[in-house]
């Protein structure tokens, strides 16, 4: 999707290498020889899938030097958690816990998945304002694609996938096999 900041990625039902992932966790984690690798394997392996995993990141262009580009990612974040705090959320979207906790995770749940905020070039000069109004509509969107819907997997429709994995004994295997057939 395209934004006022930049173009969004996002992933409804991310797996532990997403689209928020560090590219170089996984090599990292891969290498045993790595410095980095088990920090990397660690955080790999404590993935929470009931979290919203996100990350803004920017084009290193000539043109802006990267405290330029840092200040704009800095500018960016902010204004995403200011307004994920307005509609009640955590940075990780959680709901913010309230007195009555169990009324409020019926009413509102959860945001999940993972989302990459790529910055454009004109985000280095747009004002304060305009980053907040970018960020709400960044907001309300991730909120919308939480209510929707996710596209059915390939396991739906393909029969092949809906077969049992391992068979018992061969007895079962063979009385499977006879049902397919008939």
Request: proline residues 4%; charged residues 30%.
């Amino acid at each position: 999707m395209k934004s006022g900041l930049g173009r969004i990625s996002f992933e409804s039902r991310p797996h532990i290498i997403n689209v928020a992932t560090n590219g170089l966790s996984k090599e990292f984690a891969q290498d045993e020889r790595h410095p980095l690798s088990i920090p990397s394997a660690a955080k790999l392996m404590d993935f929470d899938h009931n979290k919203l995993h996100w990350r803004i990141k920017t084009v290193a262009k000539p043109l802006a030097r990267a405290t330029v580009r840092s200040h704009a990612i800095r500018k960016a974040r902010l204004g995403i958690i200011q307004e994920l705090k307005r509609r009640g959320y955590d940075q990780d979207g959680r709901v913010i816990s309230s007195e009555n906790a169990q009324t409020s995770r019926k009413v509102k749940p959860d945001l999940k998945g993972a989302m990459v905020l790529n910055l454009e070039q004109d985000v280095l000069l747009m004002s304060l304002k305009a980053t907040e109004d970018s960020c709400k509509h960044i907001v309300n969107w991730l909120i919308s694609k939480q209510n929707e819907r996710p596209a059915p997997s390939r396991r739906d429709h393909d029969d092949r996938y809906n077969r049992p994995f391992k068979m018992k004994s061969y007895i079962m295997a063979r009385q499977y096999l006879e049902d397919l057939q008939k």
